[in-house]
């Protein structure tokens, strides 16, 4: 694959910015939101669907991908991309954060983590070369540092310790990614909610030299309040010049913060997931479509949105599919969810070129305040 991996920064608003990611694959347009396809898919959407969206890049998980069908055998396959028929960009972790979360029997030494599987207690060793030969074989254009995370709360001794585990781990990362052009590594900060512990972190981050920065360790049980504290601050010691990546968020409400902080980058499975669960984010809040209220209701979803669930379909009719079972609840669901976190990104992507962020913002919140409009 020739061409090279860029960014960048077209308009500035405030701490907001908004630019491109040019990669070999197609350009990213950022602030992006990243949809999580963990096992090679988009859970109940077609990758033409989810590129219909807006969608300019996916995310895909080391951790799943190495257990089931395992990277080995993507590779003998041609790799992801065309294994799940998605050929623009394709971000992958680094599975350090799955195996802290989901895998059992973990040991931890400075080599790496030693897990059994989740799936069939097999029995596998993660370390920051075989991240780096996992991401590779799997062919992602932008490769995740493998990192500790741990779970807050955390006392301040295991935060330090696991931050610097991590610094290590981030310069054996960069070792073996090796020189791979049209490709990028992204280091990832750690530190928790402790201010000094994030400007060590990142001191070492820039100091190795990455094409691209995340901020890690957030979005893992501190609340809103304590991370926009921290993203307060923490984009501003990541390098300007290089996209920032804050993973696993997230609410509509916390992307909107975030970028309002700086941040150019984010992925949660939050819209996908609530989809298949009978909830629809909307510009006046969340709809539960399981809810009674909705069993007579001809009206679509939102009346603003044009995706196919409010375009074709009544509330009445996607709360009936709900109730039932079926599949295409999942379906219709999660491409109304899609659509609505890709519509917002466009919106604050314009709002910041505009230089009209702080109106938008104002309108966004002003629209959840009033709530979901009342059943005829």
Known sequence: MSGRFAFGIEAVDGAARSGRIVTPRGEIHTPAFMPVGTAATVKAMLPESVRATGADILLGNTYHLML??????????????RFMNWDRPILTDSGGFQVMSLAALRKLTEEGVTFASHIDGSKHMLSPERSMEIQRLLGSDIVMCFDECPALPADRDRIADSMRLSMRWAARSKAAFGDRPGHALFGIQQGGLERDLRE??????????????????????????????????????????????????GKPDDIVGAVER???????????????TGQAFTRRGVVNIKNARHQDDPRPLDEDCGCPACRGYSRAYLHHVFRSGEIISSMLMTWHNLHYYQEL???????????????????FHALRAEGDIEPL
């Open 200 to 249: 060590e972190s990142a001191g070492a981050l820039r100091e190795i030299g990455f094409d691209g920065y995340a901020i890690g360790g957030l979005a893992v049980g501190e609340g809103q309040a304590a991370m926009f504290g921290v993203l307060d601050y923490a984009p501003g010691m990541l390098p300007e010049d290089r996209p920032r990546y804050l993973m696993g968020v």
């Open 262 to 276: 700086g941040i150019d980058m984010m992925d949660c499975v939050l819209p996908s997931r609530s989809g298949r």
């Open 345 to 363: 990104m466009a919106g604050l992507r314009a709002a910041i070129a505009a230089g009209g962020l702080g109106d938008f913002v104002a309108r």
């Open 68 to 81: 089931r069908p395992t990277a080995e055998r993507i590779a003998r396959l041609g790799g992801l991309h």
